[in-house]
């Protein structure tokens, strides 16, 4: 959510009722992850909450109409000020477009103003890739005996665990999220694809290397719990995110390897790693679940600095 000074609970008013209603609507309707839907919570309470301040009162859902470019611009302005990133910003716009639309379908509460403000312009990034050497020596530190005591303590299987989590995710493509929501169910009798449920709750499979599975299932013969969630704390609950990114945080301090080396960048490093392959465009989108083809095209980018620096290596003519 947004670290935002407006975002301060509103009071039973029509306003919330709004909000309840265009939240209950995306979770429930659109179907939106309950990590989207927060997001979208969060960004049009910032909203109204800053409009509230604006005219020193409660506001009414009419006056949802009557919002103007001013307003809107001195929001965004207000964001900037509060040091929000201009990707946080672009998407709390995004937003609060939505529920105007949802206002105007619903309610007839219309509002020309909102099409005239530009959205901030977010240059398109992409985190760098992990080398595969950086991998394995991430997977061998990982099951290494100094990595951390606990995992000696605890029978062995937790460095198991930690070992599965980066060669899954490497392997397969994952998010950090569909990694965490496996089952032991999904990994059992070694199935050649996982049937992996993606933002939007759409479902892709994904071919799974043999060497995925052996990190699997030895990780899965040593822990000391029965059939359930497939990534578990040391106390047997389901693995959080949080906890998947302190992995790999320990893994990258201990190797000394860069800031950027997140379990994002593994997935990063799949990508690249099959582009640089020969895997075909559409295929790579298949396999990474991205709803739109110029999200995956962003690798593109990436794999061809990798050419032009062996080009500047190897051709005659590089050096003058």
Not at 42 to 65: M, T, Y
Not at 169 to 174: S, T
Not at 205 to 222: G, S, T, W
């Amino acid at each position: 959510m947004a670290n935002s000074k407006y975002l301060i609970p509103l009071p039973h008013t029509y306003m919330n009722d709004l909000i309840v209603d265009f939240i209950n609507h995306l979770a429930h309707v659109r179907r939106y992850s309950a990590h989207t839907v927060a997001a979208y919570e969060s960004d049009v309470r910032d909203f109204i909450n800053f409009c509230e301040q604006w005219a020193g009162a409660d506001l009414h859902p009419k006056d949802l109409a009557r919002v103007d470019t001013l307003q809107f611009r001195a929001w965004l302005a207000g964001r900037a000020k509060r040091k929000l990133s201009f990707r946080s910003t672009a998407r709390a716009l995004s937003s609060v477009r939505g529920f105007f639309k949802y206002m105007d379908k619903k309610r007839g509460l219309k509002n020309e103003s909102i099409a005239l403000v530009g959205s901030p312009k977010v240059p398109k990034s992409l985190s760098k890739a992990i080398g595969a050497s950086d991998v394995k020596n991430m997977s061998d530190a990982a099951l290494s005996d100094g990595l951390a005591p606990r995992s000696l303590g605890e029978g062995g299987w937790v460095a198991l665990r930690d070992n599965a989590l980066v060669i899954l995710i490497f392997g397969c493509g994952l998010r950090i999220s569909e990694a965490l929501s496996l089952t032991d169910a999904d990994v059992a009798k070694r199935p050649k694809v996982l049937r992996i449920r993606g933002k939007g709750n759409k479902d892709r499979l994904v071919p799974v290397l043999p060497a995925v599975f052996d990190a699997i299932e030895k990780y899965v013969r040593a822990r000391p719990f029965d059939n359930g969630p497939l990534f578990r704390s040391v106390r047997g609950l389901p693995m959080s995110a949080r906890m998947a990114e302190k992995v790999i945080e320990n893994l990258r301090n201990q190797l000394q390897l860069p800031e950027y080396v997140t379990p994002h960048a593994l997935r990063h490093s799949f990508a690249t790693s099959l582009l640089s392959g020969g895997v075909d465009l559409r295929h790579l989108q298949e396999l990474l679940g991205h709803a739109s083809l110029s999200t995956t095209q962003l690798y593109t980018k990436v794999d061809m600095s990798m050419v032009m620096k062996e080009y500047a290596k190897a051709h005659p003519k590089a050096n003058g």
